[in-house]
């Protein structure tokens, strides 16, 4: 048995991020979004996509990301604003059956956009789309020391550190950082936001 999307709330749907009153456009990756979505990876700096576990400038990367989606493994979600993309959050689902309750997330936010709530309205979401569909844990992997603000959003959503693995990740000059496994257990989770 695979663990796939089956609930997903209506797309697109928008959202005005309180503060800034920037109109946010939330909808699933399709298939027209692969130059905008390059587009939007080559405007992340070199530092934080250093990170990434694949080379988002590769225009083949993203063109196998936009158009062989395995919807059965990941649900890739898009945040717009004006026409553009400025935000990438994902949740993939495990394969191996002892694992296939457990999620996992990644986001990346343009720079032009980040302390404006984006990230976390991702957050929440994916957090949502797993929890409707039956996932019972969410985990998030970030490095500390490059990503301390996503680490500290993640704590207010409800994520605690399970995990520090010491040196596992070099930055770009070699030097070591640990790598943070936070996990939010997603029984809390309906009680601990309302959207």
């Known amino acids: 048995m695979t663990v796939t999307v089956t609930k997903v709330r209506s797309y697109p749907r928008e959202v005005v991020l309180a503060g ?15 130059h905008e979505l390059l587009q939007f990876f080559l405007r992340v700096p070199e530092e934080d996509r250093f990170y990434l576990k694949e080379d988002v400038t590769s225009p083949e990367v993203i063109c ?3 158009h062989d989606i395995n919807w059965g493994r990941v649900f890739p979600l898009v945040a717009i604003v004006d ?8 949740l993939h689902r495990r394969r191996a059956p002892a694992r296939r ?5 990644r986001i ?12 976390t309205l ?4 994916l957090n949502d789309i797993a929890f409707d569909n039956g996932l019972e844990r969410v985990v998030f992997e970030l490095v500390e020391g490059k990503e301390d603000e996503a680490i500290e959003v ?9 995990a520090v693995l010491l040196d596992h990740v070099k ?10 496994i936070m996990e939010l257990p997603l029984d809390i989770w309906p009680d601990w936001w309302e959207f």
Do not use: C
């Open 108 to 119: 990346v936010v343009d720079p032009g956009y980040r302390r404006q709530g984006i990230g």
């Open 101 to 105: 309750h457990v999620g996992e997330i």
């Open 83 to 90: 026409g553009r993309i400025v935000a990438d959050a994902t």
């Open 122 to 125: 991702l957050i929440r979401e």
């Open 171 to 180: 930055d770009m000059e070699g030097k070591p950082h640990d790598l943070i």
């Open 64 to 66: 196998n990301w936009v």
């Open 20 to 34: 800034s009153g920037i109109r946010v456009d939330m909808r699933p990756l399709e298939e027209g979004d692969a």
């Open 154 to 162: 993640a704590q207010r959503l409800g994520f605690t550190r399970t």
